[in-house]
């Protein structure tokens, strides 16, 4: 597994958990300071999984450079 991918699915998973834990903040927090915190911390989640959204690939060409040749029976 590249790198890549692995940076994606951390994303993906932070970015879930940002949203939760803002939801649950925002709505359960009866200071103003909490409500902030938990706003913000939906916004991060949110643009993190964005983030996701936009960079993973839709498909995936693989190329292994060999080319079969078609196969004509003739006779």
Not at 14 to 22: D, I, L, T
Not at 25 to 33: D, I, P, S, W
Not at 36 to 52: D, F, K
């Amino acid at each position: 597994m590249e790198w890549g991918w692995i940076v994606l699915i951390v994303l993906a998973a932070a970015g879930a958990a940002f949203v939760a834990g803002g939801l649950v903040a925002y709505f359960k927090g009866g200071r103003a300071l909490v409500k902030a915190v938990g706003a913000g911390s939906v916004a991060a989640g949110i643009v993190m999984l964005a983030l996701v959204v936009a960079t993973v690939p839709v498909t995936r060409t693989v190329s292994n450079g060999y080319s079969p040749e078609p196969v004509v029976e003739t006779g």
